[in-house]
């Protein structure tokens, strides 16, 4: 994970286009409710390898796995999955975890997967499932992200 701090003169177009990512992205890793109005001496997450389907959740005092995966709508053993945690692992104020987007859910590979199953039990297309992922390997442990059937639109 890479950061930047916000310097004078500097917006979220001008931050994106110097590490050619996309502005929505870049959004999304900080959680910015004010896209036009950086302060100077922010410093931002640069999402320079953040999956489609996700962004960040800054740890806050008294949060742990439990509490957060609960916002998110995932397990806490998923979501320390994810962010390669064991669930004994001390979280601290001010930590990046990756967590799903609103709407998202995830699917870890396992051994053997194979497309038409995971399509099947997941409620979905191979096309949809392949739209969400375009770079799907079917590895073991690699993250599947989906809609639930219903929500999903192409």
């Known amino acids: 994970m890479e950061t930047y701090i916000v310097k004078d003169g500097d917006t979220i177009v001008s931050i994106a286009r110097k590490f050619n990512i996309r502005v929505v992205d ?3 890793a900080n959680q910015l409710e004010n896209q036009f109005f950086l302060e100077s001496g922010v410093e931002l997450i640069i999402p320079t390898t953040m999956p489609a ?7 806050v005092k008294g949060d742990n796995l439990y509490q957060i995966a609960g916002k998110f709508g995932i397990t806490d053993q998923v979501l320390a999955q994810l962010n390669g945690l064991d669930l004994s692992e001390y979280i601290y104020p001010g930590q990046k975890l990756i967590v799903p987007q609103k709407g998202n859910k995830i699917y870890f590979t396992q051994e053997n997967d194979r497309l038409n199953d995971i399509a099947e039990s997941l409620g979905l297309t191979n096309e949809e499932i392949v739209y969400f992922n375009p770079n ?4 073991p442990d690699q993250v599947i992200v989906y809609r639930e059937t219903g929500t999903t639109s192409i």
């Not at 389907?53 to 740890?59: C, P, Q």
């Not at 799907?136 to 590895?139: A, E, G, K």
Request: hydrophobic share 50%; proline share 0%.
């Open 53 to 59: 389907g996700f962004s960040y959740y800054t740890v």
């Open 26 to 28: 870049l959004v999304d």
């Open 136 to 139: 799907l390997y079917l590895l």
